[in-house]
């Protein structure tokens, strides 16, 4: 691994403790700057601009219930951009969700531009030509 | 719209075309060839390499009911990679699912790397603090 995907790996993990956290201000410091930003929440629509994805943010955690972790992280350099796939839920239980988070390098490190999850197959088995889970 | 973008654009119909086409040969031509390529379809788990990412294109296109269209694609231009957001649903009907595709620089176009399409919001009206459709 080398210093790139641990910086990346770095601020993965930096996202989903803002996000455990309910750290509004951490949050905000994770995403890009210098790029318009993404987001889309599971069964959200897809929002589009800062003001927009940190409105999301304020909105989840404003609610009661923030228990996520993020397990499996994988990197994807795509030079000074970059994807993390990983999976979330709470923590120590399986996980419900997937996620795709999209970086870009800015100031040294990896900025977020875009975060999409989306619900993992909930049933017992999938079929031999549906491979999930 | 520069140039990138209109490529870009072109490059994600060409997926969709090839997506409703059933077209495994074209769908193959679209996948980048120099990077690992990663697929999360909509409740399935996520899927790595070429071959995996391949082989649940031939089980989805075994199927009999493969009506999709995308529309409202918006380009996000990173450098010498993108990603694409749009919304898929059967022609002519209201989007069901919304797309993260993921594109770099190959061969004087775009390739994509990575797909993950999720559930839009199915109910009737959202929540306030949930501004999903």
Redesign the interface.
Known sequence: MNEDDVRLLSANEAFYDAFAARDLAGMDALWSRE??V?C?????????GRD?VM??WR?IF??DDVHIEATDA?T?L??????V?C?EGSPGAAPVL?A?N?F?REDGGWSL??H???????SPA?AA?????
């Open positions: 790029r318009p993404t889309i929440h599971p069964g959200w629509n897809a929002l589009s927009a409105a999301s909105a404003r609610s994988r994807h795509l030079g000074d951009a970059a994807y796939i999976f997937v795709t999209v870009v531009v875009h999409q999850a989306g619900q993992l197959a909930r999938p030509s549906k491979p999930a889970n």
